[in-house]
Nanobody, 117 residues
Framework: EVQLVESGGELVQAGGSPRLSCAAS????????IGWFRQAPGKEREAVSC????????YYADSVKGRFTISRDIPKKTVALQMNNLKPDDTAVYYC??????????WGQGTSVTVSS
């Protein structure tokens, strides 16, 4: 059974630097790209960042480019999202996601980040 468990969400002041973690199990970790998404109150879920399983290439949304860094630890089967210089607009529930070989999408339960100004 595929499981994704996010952690690290917190209430931080603007400019803060929390680190989120996604622990994966139930699938061959290094066979799939893993992404981070977020959903702010009243808004649709949006892609934040993704890391490839092939060559560790990365994608970042324009809104977080230069502030967030995604990385993965293959032995630990975790994907981290280091968030720096947070802004109130970064307030959201953050989710990690994996899509398997037959296009099934799996989500974690999310971890909440609140940025106070």
């Amino acid at each position: 059974e595929v499981q994704l468990v996010e952690s690290g969400g917190e209430l931080v002041q603007a400019g803060g630097s929390p680190r989120l973690s996604c622990a994966a199990s139930g699938f061959t970790f290094d066979d799939y790209a893993i992404g981070w998404f977020r959903q702010a109150p009243g808004k649709e879920r949006e892609a934040v960042s993704c890391i490839s399983n092939n060559d560790d290439s990365t994608y970042y949304a324009d809104s977080v480019k230069g502030r967030f860094t995604i990385s993965r630890d293959i032995p630990k089967k975790t994907v981290a999202l280091q968030m720096n210089n947070l802004k109130p607009d970064d307030t959201a529930v953050y989710y990690c996601n994996v899509i398997d070989a037959i296009d099934r999408s799996f989500w974690g339960q999310g971890t909440s980040v609140t940025v106070s100004s």
